[in-house]
């Protein structure tokens, strides 16, 4: 469903990477590792369309992406490493905008449940300035609740700042994209327990130009 071919990446004078290549068939699941610096988020932002590559070129139903505009992205569910969230509206504000900007409009019922299984009942209407970080990301994370007919989750650093139950509760929503005929793109400096029949690794470090010092 995915394609990526000799895509490069430079940041003011220096090339984070080149020569990226890869392909993602429905069902699959993709970590991209690398160091920090290594381009992963730059990447991320590349393959949602939010960012523009050096060299290469990304695919999407042998499309180019960037021909394809928002028909790709109305497919697409970024999240990126900062949370998103507008400070002064509750959880449940947050997400509603947040599927409605999507073109995904949604129901106070299934906006209610989504935070719900991310156990956040008991703060949903509370502004999220009140939130704790775990709580915020949680909030962010309950979009994917609401997104499964998105076929490609992009996600950066999905597992930052959540507890054990947070984090199983991810892994299994993950899953069942994938299994459902979903795709995932994510990274983590985190262990996932993710058992995805078609899973890759990508390491931006085997592609990373290297510092001459």
């Known amino acids: ?15 984070l990477f080149r020569g990226v290549s890869f392909a993602l068939e429905a069902r699959g699941l993709l970590h991209v590792a690398g160091t920090n610096g290594s381009g992963k988020t730059s990447l991320l932002r590349i393959l949602c369309g939010l960012g523009a ?3 290469g070129e990304v695919r999407w139903r042998g499309e180019p992406t960037r021909a394809l505009r928002e028909a790709y992205w109305r497919e697409v569910v970024y999240l990126g490493h900062a949370n998103a969230l507008k400070d002064d509206l509750s959880a449940t504000e947050n997400l509603r905008i947040a599927c409605t900007l999507a073109g995904r409009p949604t129901t106070a019922g299934a906006v ?17 300035r009140a939130l704790s970080q775990g709580q915020k990301r949680r909030s ?3 979009r994917l609740a609401l997104s499964g007919q998105a076929p490609m989750w992009i996600l950066d650093e999905p597992f930052s700042a959540l507890d054990v139950a947070a984090v199983s509760h991810l892994e299994t929503l993950i899953l069942a994209h994938v299994t459902g005929g979903g795709n995932v793109i994510f990274t983590t400096h985190q262990t996932a327990a993710i058992d ?8 931006l470090d085997a592609v990373a130009e290297k510092d001459p010092c």
Request: glycine share 4%; aromatic share 4%.
């Open 1 to 15: 469903m995915l394609e990526v071919s000799n895509l490069a990446c430079t940041r003011g004078e220096r090339t």
């Open 53 to 55: 590559a050096d060299a």
């Open 112 to 128: 209610r449940n989504a935070l719900d299984s991310f156990g956040l009942a008991a703060c949903a209407h509370l502004p999220v």
């Open 140 to 142: 962010a994370l309950a």
């Open 196 to 203: 995805a029949s078609i899973t890759q690794r990508f390491d």
